[in-house]
C-alpha cells in the first residue's frame, strides 16, 4: 500500500510540481486519506492520495479481491483567490474515503454528493467524475493489479445536478461546452438548462 501510494504521489508531482500543503483525514474504520494542493499560476488543484491504495469493489461481490479492481485518485482545479477553497480539503476527503466507507466505484459519468457545500458560499454541494488521462497520465502497476486512473471532478450546482440525473453526463458536459462555462470558476452559477 505505501510502495502504491509513493508512485502516485510522483506521479502527482510530475504533473503538477510541489505541493504546496497537504492534509489529512481518517474516519472510523477507514485508511488515512491526504489532500494535496497544488499551486500554479491562478489555478489551484486539489488532488487525493489514499484513494487508490485499495482497488475499488463492487458491493454486490460475495469476497473483495484484495489486489484487482479499479483504483484511482481524484483531482478538482478551481481559479485561486476568488473563493475559500482550501476548506474543501475534508469534503474530497470524503469522497475519496466513499469507496472504503459506502462500498462506491467512483468512475467517469457518476455524480457525487457531499450533502453540504464544497466550501464556504460554494453553490456545489456534488461533482461529476470526468473523464481521466487529460491531466495526470494514469499510473500503471504490476500485473495483475489495475492501474491507478487520476479522475477529474467538474463541481455541479443543485440543478445540474438534477439535470445531470435526467439527461445524463454526456449532455451535461455538452451544455457547459456549447455555452463556454468556465467549471474552474468557483464563484460561477448554473449553466442555462432551458
Known amino acids: 500500500m505505501a510502495e502504491i ?3 502516485v504521489e510522483a506521479r502527482l508531482r510530475t504533473a503538477f510540481g510541489v505541493p504546496d500543503a497537504r492534509a489529512a483525514v ?12 497544488f499551486a500554479e499560476g491562478d489555478l489551484v488543484r ?4 489514499g484513494m487508490s491504495a485499495h482497488p475499488m469493489t463492487d458491493p454486490t461481490a460475495v469476497v473483495a479481491d484484495p489486489v484487482r479492481g479499479p483504483r484511482a485518485e481524484l483531482v478538482l482545479t478551481v481559479r485561486a483567490g476568488l473563493a475559500p477553497t482550501d ?3 475534508r469534503p474530497l476527503a470524503v469522497l ?9 466505484i467512483v468512475a467517469p459519468g457518476a455524480s457525487l454528493e457531499v450533502g453540504e457545500p ?71 452559477t448554473a449553466v ?3
Open 96 to 104: 475519496a474515503a466513499s469507496p472504503q466507507v459506502e462500498g462506491l
Open 26 to 37: 481518517t474516519f472510523l474504520g477507514t485508511d488515512r486519506i491526504e489532500v494535496l494542493r
Open 192 to 194: 442555462a438548462l432551458d
Open 118 to 188: 464544497l466550501w464556504e458560499g460554494a453553490p456545489f454541494s456534488s461533482v461529476l467524475v470526468g473523464e481521466p488521462g487529460g491531466l495526470v497520465e494514469d499510473l500503471e502497476l504490476d500485473e495483475p493489479m489495475d492501474p491507478v486512473r487520476f479522475l477529474p471532478l467538474l463541481p455541479m450546482t443543485a440543478n445540474e445536478a438534477a439535470w445531470k440525473r435526467v439527461h445524463g453526463a454526456a449532455a451535461l458536459q455538452e451544455r457547459w461546452l456549447a455555452r463556454g462555462t468556465d467549471l474552474r470558476d468557483p464563484l460561477r
Open 46 to 49: 486539489y488532488a487525493t492520495l
Open 5 to 7: 501510494l509513493a508512485l
Open 87 to 89: 476548506k474543501l480539503l
